[in-house]
């Protein structure tokens, strides 16, 4: 299938999958994961309706900013290097792997220096894997307060990364947790703070993550391909 093709595939699911919830497929936002992919993937799918990218690799997403002149979206939805922040400030949407104070901290000064407003998630490990990056559920509450202190970060919700596993509904229990986690979070009424997104799903469990409450899904191989 053709990337036009998969992404009207991938809509209609979402679109599906939010009705079943009894939600409003409006609310439910897809980000194609574009990392590894050719500039002219990126701009097929553009062609096709969609402008909402997520890249994992900033050297890589450096190269598209200046390849890619349609009017798209941009998130970084990987891990961050510190060191890497002034190479995307002012130039992406939303990033959604803020997992310590010392990145948010740098996001402010970097975002600062130009008189812009930096909206983050906060990336929590619900798992409790080695493997992947994220602040601890009793972690992340201190984390956002923190990042609320800092003046030109703006905390719009969570997001996570469950294990792999071949049955989607085994992850659902990890998505309900991000959920309650934002529910809490939420009922401490923290100045700036707004819980509004939650960003959890990807390709081969985005139902099940929609059905507990997700509002970012994202989907790169289902869109592009095996990588």
């Known amino acids: 299938m053709t990337i036009p093709a998969n992404l009207t595939h991938?809509?209609?699911r979402i679109q599906a999958a939010a009705e079943k919830a009894g939600r409003d497929p409006a609310s439910i936002r897809l980000v194609a994961v574009s990392k590894t992919r050719p500039?002219?993937?990126i701009i097929a799918a553009c062609q096709a309706g969609h402008t909402l990218f997520g890249e994992n690799y900033i050297q890589e997403l450096v190269t598209?900013?200046?390849?890619?002149?349609?009017?798209?979206e941009w998130h970084v939805i990987g891990h961050l290097q510190s060191n890497k922040v002034k190479y995307i400030a002012g130039q992406v949407a939303l990033i959604h792997s803020v997992d310590r104070i010392s990145l948010a901290t740098e996001l402010d000064r970097q975002w600062g220096k130009l008189g812009k407003l930096c909206n983050?998630?906060?990336?929590v490990n619900i798992s409790?894997?080695?493997t992947k990056s994220g602040t601890t559920e009793t972690g992340a509450i201190q984390l956002v307060r923190e990042c609320a202190s800092l003046p030109n970060l703006r905390v719009k919700g969570l997001m996570t990364m469950p294990p792999f596993f071949d049955d989607p509904d085994a992850a659902r229990p990890y998505f309900a947790e991000l959920r309650r986690l934002s529910e809490?979070?939420?009922a401490h009424h923290i100045a700036g703070v707004e819980m509004g997104e939650l960003s959890m799903g990807m390709s081969g469990d985005?139902?099940?993550a929609i059905q507990?409450?997700?509002t970012l899904v994202r989907v790169g191989t289902a869109i592009f391909g095996e990588r």
């Open 10 to 12: 991938i809509n209609a």
């Open 128 to 130: 409790g894997e080695a």
């Open 64 to 72: 598209k900013l200046e390849e890619i002149k349609e009017p798209v």
């Open 212 to 214: 507990e409450g997700a």
């Open 184 to 186: 809490v979070i939420d």
């Open 39 to 41: 500039a002219q993937d």
């Open 206 to 208: 985005f139902e099940a």
């Open 120 to 123: 983050i998630l906060i990336q």
